[in-house]
């Protein structure tokens, strides 16, 4: 399974629009945002993969505009959660998202090792290492960095590639 990562988009719908093309052209059955979406629009956007690829939605510290988000989110048919989202990984494995805002819950989701990966954004750095036996990834950010940058993971494969945003 491929799954496209992104996070902390703060609302450039122009890199979110990029980033789905980044994530058309490598074949994503699933897309995950974790967190800082930005305004409803840009939910808006990420429903227009779901004709492609499922996609999964977690609510980060700057959204404070929650319920429009899974307002949005429902009308989209599209997975959200505040807290943390898991997608099935179609072989009894599963990826849990969440913003990465609170460092306490994002250690017990790596420390239960009940996930194959754990995502997060939060900190607009690359992240690509285990824990316990968990793969932790964060794709970057997609602003207020220099660098924008999404990730694909190949779940077949454990493939992980960051990729740039422009």
């Excluded at 980060?60 to 898991?86: P, S, W, Y």
């Excluded at 239960?112 to 932790?136: L, N, S």
């Amino acid at each position: 399974m491929k799954i496209g990562i992104l996070s902390d988009s703060h609302g450039r719908l122009d890199l979110i629009r990029e980033a789905l093309r980044i994530f058309a052209f490598n074949g994503v059955d699933a897309i995950v945002h974790c967190g800082d979406v930005g305004p409803g629009e840009c939910v808006d956007a990420l429903a227009e993969a779901k004709a492609k690829a499922k996609v999964y939605v977690v609510a980060g510290n700057m959204d404070k505009h929650v319920e429009d988000l899974a307002t949005r989110c429902k009308a989209g048919d599209i997975e959200f959660a505040t807290e943390v989202v898991r997608v099935p990984l179609g072989d009894g494995r599963f990826l849990a998202a969440t913003h990465g805002d609170d460092e306490q819950l994002l250690g017990e989701l790596i420390a239960e090792k009940q996930f194959a990966y754990v995502c997060h954004g939060h900190t607009h750095k690359h992240r690509d290492d285990r824990a316990d036996g968990v793969r932790v990834i964060n794709p970057g950010a997609m602003q207020h960095t220099k660098v924008h940058t999404v990730a694909v993971l190949d779940t077949d494969t454990d493939m992980l590639e960051h990729i740039l945003v422009h």
